[in-house]
């Protein structure tokens, strides 16, 4: 089973109400058992929601409560986003996940890289909650700019 950021697949669940669709990798992932996720959403956030960041850390740091997930008008989300993300691996034998391919710069779902805290665009180095979270079981993380690299794993 691969686990995929919900809005890359066409959900309209990101924090605007609307989707990320990759159709190459939707059709890359044709005939593949999927779980799509929405970490957000998992956790008990609505659609639309208000922009939010992790401020202090990345999220590894929040895992460990040494940083936050603030809003953009100033709502602490933590416990939203560390909840969703053991909400989507809830019920699931983590033998049974391949991989999971999340949304970039997220901060539920940023791999390598998100935004600084300070809503200004600026980015910096670390993962989101939930990429942090999976990557803590053991579980590789991808983002779907890295769909070349998708492309070889899914050919192991």
């Given amino acids: 089973m691969i686990l995929v950021s919900a809005c890359l697949l066409g959900e309209n669940c990101r924090y605007d109400g609307s989707n990320a669709l990759q159709e190459e990798l939707s059709i890359l992932l044709e005939g593949r058992e999927i779980k799509m996720i929405c970490p957000e959403v998992a956790g008990g956030l609505g659609i639309p929601r208000p922009p939010a960041e992790i401020s202090g850390g990345d999220g590894h740091d929040v895992l460990r ?28 034998d983590f033998e049974d996940i391949e991989f999971a391919i999340l949304k970039a710069r997220s901060p539920s779902c940023g791999k390598g890289e998100i935004y600084n805290g300070s809503f200004n665009g600026e980015l910096r180095k670390g993962p989101g909650v939930t990429a942090a979270y999976l990557q803590d079981k053991g579980i590789e993380v991808f983002s779907e700019e890295e769909i070349d690299k998708i492309r070889i794993k899914l050919r192991e």
């Fill in 65 to 92: 409560r040494r940083a936050e997930v603030i809003s953009e008008d100033g709502a602490r989300l933590t416990d939203f986003f560390v909840s969703g993300a053991k909400e989507v691996l809830k019920g699931l």
